[in-house]
């Protein structure tokens, strides 16, 4: 079942603790799975989106719902942001928070 995880842009996903959340193995997507799953290509892929709403599984690390202010999200065009309130964006794409309440730092 394709994942969609919402994450900080400027860390990595803790694998282990996402795995603990859904509890089973889990691999990033290749760019051509990304793609077929979501309808956008990786680096634009819009977490509030009708393409992907339907098939994939969403979460959002508590991480980012920390952010102070908006935090910027994918929209399926290259060079456009969508400005949000993490736990708006939290509320649209009904995620489960999940893993460590942390991003890992690279």
Avoid at 67 to 75: C, E, P, R, W
Wanted: aromatic fraction near 4%.
């Amino acid at each position: 079942v394709p994942l969609l995880v919402l994450a900080c842009g400027r860390d990595r996903i803790d694998v282990r603790a996402l795995e603990r959340s859904v509890g089973t193995r889990v691999r990033l997507a290749t760019p051509v799975e990304a793609e077929t799953a979501t309808g956008y290509v990786v680096g634009t892929i819009a977490p509030i989106c009708s393409d992907a709403c339907g098939t994939l599984r969403c979460f959002m690390d508590a991480a980012v719902l920390r952010a102070d202010g908006s935090i910027y999200a994918g929209t399926g065009e290259p060079h456009s942001h969508l400005c949000i309130d993490a736990r708006e964006l939290l509320r649209a794409t009904s995620a489960s928070v999940a893993m460590t309440d942390r991003c890992m730092a690279f």
